[in-house]
């Protein structure tokens, strides 16, 4: 979680259309745009049933339902389209997009009339848009690379250490996204790991094995940690992983961030990964036992893209810290209040914690809020997830 807020400016021409002002949208769609922020653009942030400006303020009503009254479901949104799900009656769905211009506001106009299916996806066992591409696993054992705008399509074959045996029902055959970049899809099933191409389809296997991922994206690599004691780099140009830091090494770093002796380390695991522009996050649960007082916590290691090893982030802790101070100053009699509290997300600046309480960092600022769902910074984190911080 997936799954990951750089705001690209861009120069819109002004042109007349239907008596309304509106802004036309370039050609090029930024990456950090739809990569990163699968739920938001250059100018809005999409959720189910509103839209809200990039800062989370300027709620704008949204309604997918069709007249069938059928549910919809958000699957990405750039800034020429906004893609979604579509239940019919005989409850497979269809992959729609509406086109998207700028307003005199400079914020998006959604005209759902001018909506256009894309494709069937009954027999999908899972898929995504990238770019200009739509990208699938059909039956769950063939990949296909869809043109949106040309109508070809590609098709590879599961490679066979992932691929399902003919006797699983292919409503059975799993798949799903674990992270996408600009021309590639990480799919996960039951089997295993495989990389998919943009656009030529090709599938290349990368973990095999029967195991729930941890992930993170950035500049086209993938962080990931199977067994949750070591995590490795998978460079999804040259189809090659390296081991990125193995379990003792982490041990080591724990232990001097938190100035602790080996032994008072019980026992620690990865998390949660998290990308900030050119730094990896790697959050763990850590388990210290000194003088038999047990105290569980979370600590957060970070690595610069091209250094040798991952360090103790002691401005993320130092948040983690103040957070934990802020609910402990405000809880009852009764020490009710959470000691485990972690990040959950970040969105650009933003970092986002939970505990009993939610938190909202902001690292420009270098202040942290409490928030709830009448603020903002609530709303800013359905960039990455759908249906934001209840899902976290």
Sequence with gaps: MKSKLVIVITIFILVACKGESTVETPQTVPRSVMVYFPY?????IYTPTARYAL?????KGLNLIGSDGLACSILCVDDKWLYYYADDEEGTGNLKRIPLRKGEDNRDIVDVKRAENIRDTQYENGFTVVGNYYAGISYGTVGIVYNMNTGETVRCEVPKALSYSKDVQTE???WCVLEQGKDWVLWEGEHGVMLQKIPTGELWVVEKGN?????AEANDCVIYSTDELSCYLYDTKKNNRKLLMEENEIRKAICSGLNIA??????YYIDKFM???DKFCMQLKVKITKNSIVERKYVVLSQMQGANEFVYDKPLNAVLKNC???MKNKADKQKNYDKNIRFVMNVGEHWFLEGNRVFCYNE???FVMEIDRNDPEWNICFAICKVGLEDV
């Design 364 to 366: 420009k600022t270098d």
């Design 55 to 59: 800062d989370g303020s300027k709620k």
């Design 275 to 277: 990308v900030k522009e």
């Design 262 to 267: 080996k032994k008072e380390l019980s026992s």
């Design 172 to 174: 059975d055959k799993y």
């Design 324 to 326: 934990f101070m802020k």
């Design 40 to 44: 938001a653009n250059s100018t809005d």
């Design 211 to 215: 195991y729930t991922m941890s992930t």
